[in-house]
């Protein structure tokens, strides 16, 4: 059996090409992330689920130094891990952790993509340098 | 009849830190107090009092100590703008005529190390926490990082800021940190969130502070230096804009609530920006006072770079800013945070900021919070 998402409805799975669930407006267009009810923007109540675009590109980027305190769940044995927002272009600006922790090979601007990683004993979404894209820390 | 203005008339506060034994309530009454006294009146002649805590307990329980006396109190909870929405709700009540004499009150106590939140408590699911993805600190990091590619502000620049905070700090006997750092002893201390190190974030703490507010053509009774009030303003986030605790972000960039707010307080005051001779921005961490700078119109976006490398914003500078030290030097009880602010400014338009004192006899101040989930209160005050 493949391991539990950390919560239902964030992202398909199990899925060959898993993709982030979102929301849109059916009156103003405006997608959102998670999915939510109501439109943040025109206020409308008439919102129905989106499939998110799987690439984008990192729009800004962070790395968690310390052990967040609780309900942060990861592990005891801390690790510092990568935190930015990538732009799904045409859709929103997503917040996500990412695989790469080191600042020299991350950077503004940066080709991502929707990875599912282990998370304890579940799943979370993170994003990937995408192939090809990836910063080359020694030129950094 | 148009509505009164209002004044602050007496100002007190309890030194910010740590305080082994001593309650966050306790921290407000000792300001209430000390507030009380600079505007020479007794709490039995307070018409009505608005007071705030995040983790210190209910403030109207602080009656209890300074007076049965059947005033209306009451609590605020509106996080970073706890004191902001206070001294709002106070000086509505003076202008709407529900009373003469009024205190606002916040304090705090914290437990050391960065604020744990509950997802619930913002609407959020369980897992935006658990993932690791609902840290304050982080969301700072993201913003600066951003704002310093978009505008060419560089690490130089916040150690800058830093520096600044605790060489002010080192003046001011009510703040926590006192010992000045320097800029490079600020860039060497670990990596918190990249590109902020431990230095240059604030720290959550303990204190108090209390204003007492009156109608500003009554306020020669009390003070015989009032500092008028000029406006008051709270924001919440618009669709657009960039906020802490945001699992998603719209794609188009709005003003923040920052920019809201201090354009309506502007606006209201009948007073700009470049007649701020003082200001206090909230700096949880070196690149929010950078930012909050721009935002607050008190530069433009980029400006700042060169600002901090010509010392504009030191206390001898032509905009002195967190004179007192800010929260990088005070830290941050967040009920008093706020309040601490406008004590700072009250105090230098009175010409009573000792040692931290700006030069030049400054008549009009300005100060700004900024909170989650997006929310920020400014003020206006001249003399």
Request: charged share 20%; glycine share 12%; proline share 7%.
């Amino acid at each position: 059996m493949p391991a539990q998402p950390v919560a239902d409805g964030l992202f398909t799975w199990p899925a060959d090409q898993p993709r982030l669930i979102g929301s849109r407006c059916r009156e103003c267009g405006v997608v959102t992330f998670p999915a939510q009810r109501s439109c943040p923007r025109c206020t409308s109540v008439d919102v129905e689920e989106r499939l998110l675009g799987r690439t984008g590109t990192l729009y800004t980027w962070t790395v968690q130094g310390f052990r967040p305190k609780p309900p942060y769940a990861g592990p005891e044995e801390f690790e510092p891990y990568g935190v930015g927002y990538v732009e799904l272009p045409g859709e929103v600006l997503v917040e996500t952790r990412l695989t790469v922790a080191d600042p020299d090979r991350l950077r503004i601007g940066m080709a991502v993509e929707l990875v599912i990683v282990p998370f304890g004993d579940q799943v979370t979404y993170a994003f990937a340098p995408s192939e090809g894209d990836a910063v080359d820390a020694s030129r950094a | 009849m148009s509505a009164p203005e209002v004044a602050i008339v007496g100002i007190g506060i309890h030194p910010f830190g740590r305080h082994d034994g001593v309650s966050g309530r306790a921290m407000g009454v000792h300001a209430v107090r000390e507030a009380l006294g600079d505007a020479g009146v007794g709490w039995s002649d307070v018409d009505f009092a608005f007071g705030g805590s995040r983790d210190g307990g209910n403030a109207d329980a602080m009656v209890a100590d300074l007076g049965l006396t059947g005033l209306p109190f009451v609590n605020v909870r509106n996080g970073c703008a706890t004191g902001g929405s206070a001294l709002v709700a106070a000086s509505n009540a003076i202008r709407a005529g529900a009373g003469d004499l009024g205190v606002v009150v916040g304090f705090d106590k914290h437990a050391p190390g960065a604020f744990g939140s509950d997802p619930a408590a913002y609407g959020l699911g369980a897992w935006y926490g658990e993932t690791g993805l609902m840290v304050t600190t982080q969301f700072f990091a993201l913003k600066i990082q951003r704002y310093m590619h978009d505008h060419d502000i560089t690490g130089a620049a916040l150690a800058r800021v830093a520096a600044k905070a605790f060489r002010n700090g080192a003046r001011n006997p009510n703040a926590w940190r006192r010992r000045p750092l320097s800029e490079e002893e600020i860039l060497a201390a670990p990596m918190i969130a990249h590109p902020l190190t431990q230095y240059m974030f604030c720290s959550p703490g303990e204190g108090g502070v209390a204003l007492v507010l009156a109608r500003a053509d009554q306020a020669s009774r009390y003070c015989d230096r009032p500092v008028h009030l000029r406006s008051a303003v709270i924001r919440t986030r618009r669709f657009g804009s960039f906020e802490v605790f945001s699992p998603g972000l719209a794609l188009e960039r709005a003003d923040s609530p920052s920019v809201d707010a201090a354009r309506a307080a502007f606006a209201q005051a009948g007073i700009g920006p470049e007649e701020v001779a003082v200001a206090q921005v909230q700096d949880t961490e070196a690149g929010a006072e950078i930012v909050h700078l721009a935002e607050c119109g008190l530069c433009k976006d980029g400006e700042q770079e060169e600002w901090l490398a010509r010392g504009v914003t030191d206390i001898d500078g032509a905009l002195p800013v967190n004179t007192d030290g800010g929260c990088l030097a005070n830290g941050e009880p967040i009920g008093a945070s706020g309040l601490r602010q406008v004590y700072e400014v009250v105090a230098q338009l009175r010409g009573r900021a000792g040692e931290r004192q700006v030069p030049g006899d400054p008549r009009v101040g300005f100060t700004h919070v900024y909170g989650a989930p997006g929310i920020s209160a400014c003020t206006v005050l001249s003399r």
